[in-house]
């Protein structure tokens, strides 16, 4: 099944890079830090000229640096962070590093400081994405540095990104390895009559008044943030407030996604990314926003499509444990002979048929159940089978 692409942002290309200096003394301003004396030179390919650049970063909701950089994804990717943007959903755990030139940025990476639950234990691991560079600015060397720089910055961290085939070479040079990933799968018969009530509730003005609350890997549990009141065609705090043969269809900004999210409890201890809500937010908003179900029977947020036979179920939230079969009586949709999961169920209580996925992953700083023993103990060991939570991609 190709279910609906995500916007997963890599780099294209390939460039020759000067050598680079650092400097780590920095001033900060209004979430933009500049290194003092971060001033690498970059040489033209075409005149020869040699000019300094400098490394701003951004780890915020700042119109002056969010502007610029969705100007830069547009033109290389096709689609704008707009949506997501205007939410205020950027915060710390998502750094941006980039070249502004004249008010224009010309070159970006980024990473996501994501949480995770690796084989039951804590890992924090950087997630890479967002690499882009102007067409008119390709083999100045200038996403190489910003890679670097990165990198250097954080050498111990586990690191991991989606890419395309065509940047195969291309991430290897930074010690990045390519993943053979899988694709979690079970046959399973689901024809429910369950009447869909689409639900009017947003959060009151705009959703930038939502928090989302951050997640750890800790053992503590995870915030609830509190969220406003808003009209809402339906009662939102309890579900008896439904009729029990009903889905209530969502938007993004209902506050019952919100809430969902803040208080998700479940989570797959083969792997899980355990702090990326604004992140699932952007995937709901940018591919999913006609795909969320409140299900008031099992008390849980379900993103999920069916393409033919196949169900694709992309997400779950829920504050309590569920099972497949408790789940799958409440889903609705009809003619389902088998769902694909979007992230890993073995919290649903099922083991799934393992198929090998398209999708290429290259990671850094991580060990797999094939290799050699090694003198690198501290680096955290991935299973054999698992996928990377699908809406927690960057």
Known sequence: MRHKAYPTITARYTEHIPQSQHDTQSISRNHITIPKAYLPTITSRTTKETYPMTIITNNGSNPSYTTPFDDLIQETFGFSFEPWLKRNLWDHRYESYSIIENGKMQANACIFKTDMLVQGKPVRAHQFGAIATRENQRGKG???????????????????????????????????????????????????????????????????????APATATAAPIAVAPIAAAPATVALTSKSSFPPATAIKCTPDDPLVHNALNSNRIRSNILDSLNTQSVEIFHMLLTHDEDIYYLPSCNAIAVAEQEEETLYLANVLSASPITLESLAKQLPFKGITRIEFGFNPDWLGITPTWQPSEELYFIKGWTLPDDPITDAPDMPSLPKHFRFPAMSQT
Do not use: W
């Open 142 to 212: 200038l996403s190489r540095l910003l890679m670097n720089h990165i990198l250097d910055k954080y050498p111990t961290t586990p690191a991991f990104l989606a890419a395309n085939k065509s940047v195969a070479d291309y991430y290897q040079q930074y010690g990045f390895r390519p993943l053979q990933t899988y694709r979690p799968i079970i046959d399973i018969a689901i024809n429910n009559s369950i009447e869909i009530i689409c639900n009017t509730a947003t959060i009151s003005g705009t959703a930038a008044a939502a928090p989302i």
